[in-house]
């Protein structure tokens, strides 16, 4: 997934970086209000974690053009502890959930998985599509309740591909997930592409590619 966070508190930027990095997501932040505002114009995100004082604004203004525009990602508010009107203006200006600083890691973990499961509109944080089901609490993929075992890659692969189901998961999103930023041979993603393809054979699923772009995952029909 494709998290924003707008945060000024270097200290808690990087935390919120280190704690949500590992949970297969790519992390973008940014500790202004114009720089967010600009990047939340022309870019779109799964979740937002948005700290409400900002050097050059308030964070709640932000959440307010976001929504003025008809933007419904999800967005989690950090707030002082004690700053109950913060969190009630929040809420009333579209937020769906908030979190008082300081905040343990475990709860942020928790506040996240279950924004991206509700805007998904999934009960449990178990991924389907078909046959297949991913648990990313346990790390567990299955096949017709059958387990798969597969190689981490393959199992990242296959994560990004459900969480994005019947839409196109852009193709730089996986070589980041799979490979990091580091440079990357041009068929590397091909590779792990096609030895997933070989396993969900007669499986109902296809991968599907969009040339330039990235692949799908989706059902096949007739
Ligand atoms: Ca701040």
Redesign the pocket.
């Known amino acids: 997934m494709r998290l924003l966070v707008v ?3 270097p200290l ?1 930027a990087r935390s919120l970086h280190q704690a949500l990095t590992p949970l297969g997501n790519t992390v973008e932040g940014f500790a202004s209000h114009a720089e967010a505002g600009a990047a939340l114009r022309h870019d779109s995100f799964d979740l937002i974690l948005l ?5 050059d604004g308030d ?1 709640l203004t932000l959440l307010g053009e976001l929504r003025e525009r008809g933007d419904t990602t999800p967005v989690l508010i ?1 707030t002082a502890r004690d700053g109950i009107d913060d969190r009630v203006r929040g809420l009333d200006l579209g937020a769906d959930d908030y979190l008082a600083k300081p905040f343990s890691l475990a709860e942020l973990e928790a506040r996240v998985r279950a924004l991206l499961r509700r805007s998904q509109q999934r009960s449990d944080n178990r991924l389907r599509l078909g046959a297949l089901c991913f648990d990313p609490a346990l790390g567990v993929a299955s096949l017709n309740d059958e387990a798969l075992e597969l190689p981490r890659r393959e199992l990242c692969l296959l994560e990004d591909l459900l969480l994005h189901a019947g839409s196109i998961t852009p193709r730089e999103m996986l070589e980041n997930r799979l490979f990091g930023f580091g440079v990357v041979g041009s068929n590397a993603l091909e590779v792990y592409i096609s030895r997933l393809r070989k396993r969900l054979k007669d499986s109902g699923l296809r991968i599907r590619t969009f040339r330039g772009l990235g692949y799908r995952l989706e059902e096949e029909r007739e």
């Open positions: 945060e000024d508190d808690i700290d409400l004082g900002l050097p964070g950090l």
